[in-house]
């Protein structure tokens, strides 16, 4: 009897083994395949990225060369800063047009704008263009140097 319980336990204890074994298994592929996931998506996310800093290089070379308007530049500029959550880290190197889009970020647009009444539009106009002729140097001293904008490692 003493041996049919030892056999017993050897086989539980194979058995068990096995078990265990193809378990490490499942969790070295998950393991795996995790890491795998996760570099495609940084990947991904990479190249994102940085066809979004080159369309912010692009609209800066625009601004600078007058083949887009000062204000539409600094609008989609920020706003594809705050798109890569950059635009806290950026705006002190760029002052002048982060100064412009406050000033006129609560402006509507497209159908919003064509909603209002004329002298309601005149009026943020008349406010759009006097902040673009008082800012208009450092905007685009600011677009310049957005040009060759490559970001700076992260601590």
């Known amino acids: 009897?003493?041996?049919?319980?030892?056999?017993?336990?050897?086989?539980?204890?194979?058995?068990?083994?096995?078990?265990?074994?193809?378990?490490?298994l499942r969790l070295r592929r998950q393991t795996?395949?995790?890491?795998?996931?996760?570099?495609?998506?940084?990947?991904e996310a990479d190249a994102?990225?940085?066809?979004?800093?080159?369309?912010i290089r692009y609209i800066a070379t625009a601004m600078v060369e007058e083949r887009c308007e000062i204000s539409e530049g600094v609008v989609r500029i920020v706003k594809l800063?705050?798109?890569?959550?950059?635009s806290e880290r950026v705006s002190p190197d760029y002052p002048t047009l982060f100064m412009h889009f406050d000033r006129i970020k609560a402006h509507p647009i497209m159908e919003a704008r064509q909603a209002l009444p004329k002298q309601e539009r005149m009026k943020?106009?008349?406010?759009?263009?006097?902040?673009?002729?008082?800012?208009e140097e450092g905007i685009l001293h600011d677009a310049r140097k957005l040009m060759d904008y490559r970001p700076k490692a992260m601590h």
């Open 1 to 24: 009897m003493s041996t049919a319980l030892i056999i017993l336990g050897l086989i539980v204890i194979v058995a068990l083994s096995g078990y265990a074994t193809s378990l490490l």
């Open 32 to 43: 795996h395949s995790q890491r795998e996931a996760a570099l495609l998506r940084k990947a």
């Open 48 to 55: 994102k990225r940085a066809g979004v800093l080159d369309d």
């Open 81 to 86: 800063f705050e798109a890569i959550s950059l």
């Open 124 to 135: 943020l106009d008349l406010a759009r263009m006097k902040s673009e002729a008082e800012l």
